[in-house]
């Protein structure tokens, strides 16, 4: 985490961050873009996706991205969103209050929106296995993309072994009707992911937290 913090602060410009990006698979980003119903970028806490955020932005896409306002400690909150503005040039969609009305003005506008998929979704969200254990996952990217009928598109980023990154972008992914089922294939390229590249995989906070805290406050468990 303090890596990913030092290298975000200390870049100046979204030139600077295209220069430390390769894109592999741009035209899956470009495809679904083209279709004019924006599209939805399933992403995970892997690597430098902010960096990647700039990086795109420098090169003319409109990205947005789902966020979750921190404790301002120390204006952290205040530090990172200057620079998500005014460096990277994103959109933030704030997770609370009217996020899926800005949500849904986003995708209208035929623009990116950028979901991290593997937050814990505690009370908000559908049971389902990630890493062989239940996991409470949201599924509200899944939602608005049934809703708008827009592609959902996976993309990941690799640090690779001179620092530098790696965007990747996949296919869209074609869904099945059943809720679960669709959280079954997102939850298996998120684990894909995961296990290729564990030690890059950011997760500092437990992401089966709120299944554990319904576990131990099961009748009968102490």
Known sequence: MGRVIFEFLNIKTR???????????EEHLREALNK????ILMTAHL????IVAAALRHHGYPFNAIYTPQRNTAGIEDIF???REKVSGMGLVPSEGAAMKEAFRVLKRGEILAVLQDLDARADGVT??????PASCHIGAIKLSKHYNCPIVPGRTVRDE????????YSPITFDEDMEKS?????NILESWVSEHPDQWMWILDRWESMDNVTRHRPGNK
């Not at 959280?183 to 939850?187: H, I, Q, R, T």
């Open 162 to 169: 001179k620092g530098k990154y790696i965007a990747l972008f």
């Open 15 to 25: 030139e600077e961050a295209a220069k430390l990006v390769s894109i592999i698979g």
């Open 36 to 39: 004019g119903r924006g599209v």
């Open 47 to 50: 690597a430098n996706w902010e």
């Open 183 to 187: 959280l079954y294939l997102c939850n």
């Open 81 to 83: 969103r200057e620079q």
């Open 128 to 133: 389902s296995r990630f890493l062989g254990l």
